[in-house]
């Protein structure tokens, strides 16, 4: 059992990863602005605690072994809203957090990164040595933060998992990534629209995403450094095509001005024994039960950006 701090733990991927640790017996402490709300159950070694990364000093550290660093400004659209606030959240605020937490001694920092930094690659293999040239500013704060935390690896152990983009069922749904999109726009529309369609994308099933996580809580000791996390490499319109094959739906290819292609090898990170069970065909079928179950709806608070750009006029995204 260990004491767990989740930042952006009511989140896409961290209201998965707080379930499952408190499955597993350990004692999580969430601390998340709640921005696209919380739906976290309430349990005996559960606390949520509301609250904003950039006011480090009411971050909940005493007391914790692990953090899992997931509190972002995630993707590039939502990144472009306020790129001043983004480099505050993404950056400044982890660099922050990260000297507080070797003041309060804490072991193990793992971070959520993101596949993306290495920019548009012509190599078959995008491993972990290759140079980052990020596209957008939200790959540069990655980068940056990246850099800034592992500068703490001789205090505690700091890995960086750089996730392919991730697809499947959260109770914080996100339909504003590729394989959860096509799929709902297929269930609704019976129609998916593919921008470009030949850009490859590098794909994480939700649930293998947060057994890395887990694999690298059971596994402290890893060395401290950077991760790819990413198991298929497919084009957009393949992934239109596999939606297809379940849910009859036609497929529209329109141009695009999104040049991001990129591919993950992740042999680093299976050299530490992990072992990835699930795919994005497994997402996908998950999905459509879901939606047919009445569970996947179309809630606005899944659509990132409208919901932050809602937020900004509200004056809550502060």
């Known amino acids: ?31 998340d602005t709640q921005w696209f709300g919380n ?100 790959n540069k704060t990655k980068m940056v933060a990246e850099r800034v935390l592992l500068s703490y690896a001789d205090k505690m152990q700091v890995q960086c998992v750089r996730p392919a983009t991730v697809c499947g069922y959260s109770p ?3 339909l504003d990534v590729a394989v959860n999109m096509l799929t709902f726009q297929a269930l609704k529309n019976k129609r998916i629209t593919v921008f470009g369609g030949d850009q490859t994308r590098p794909n994480i099933h939700i649930e293998d995403l947060i057994d890395v996580y887990l ?6 000791h890893i060395a401290s450094g950077c991760y790819n996390a ?14 297809t094959e379940i849910i009859p739906a036609e497929v529209v290819v329109s141009e695009s001005n999104d040049p991001r292609s990129y591919r993950l090898d992740s042999s680093k ?24 179950q009445g569970v996947l709806t179309d809630n606005e608070k899944s659509h990132t950006v409208k919901w932050m750009q809602q937020l900004i006029k509200t004056g809550e995204l502060v």
């Open 1 to 31: 059992m260990k004491n767990i701090l989740v930042t952006g733990g009511c989140g896409y991927t961290g209201t998965l990863l707080t379930r499952q640790l408190l499955a597993a017996s350990h004692r999580v402490t969430v601390f």
């Open 269 to 292: 990170l299976l050299a530490t024994g992990f072992k990835p069970k699930r795919s994005v065909g497994q997402a996908i079928r998950e999905m459509i039960e879901l939606y047919q």
């Open 215 to 220: 694999h690298f809580l059971a596994n402290p």
């Open 230 to 243: 990413g198991f298929e490499n497919i084009t957009i319109l393949e992934i239109a095509n596999r939606v």
């Open 172 to 174: 914080r749904m996100r």
């Open 39 to 138: 739906h976290l159950e309430a349990h005996p070694a559960l606390t949520v605690v509301k609250g904003n990364v950039r006011n480090v000093d009411t971050i909940p550290l005493d007391g914790i072994e692990t953090v899992f660093h997931l509190a972002n400004i995630a993707n590039d659209p939502a990144v472009d809203l306020d790129p001043t606030l983004s480099w505050e959240v993404n950056v400044l605020a982890a660099m922050q957090m990260a000297d507080q937490c070797v003041r309060k001694g804490v072991k193990q920092f793992v971070f959520a990164s993101s596949g993306s930094v290495y920019g548009l690659k012509e190599e078959d293999r995008v491993t972990e040595d290759l140079e980052l040239v990020p596209i957008s500013v939200y």
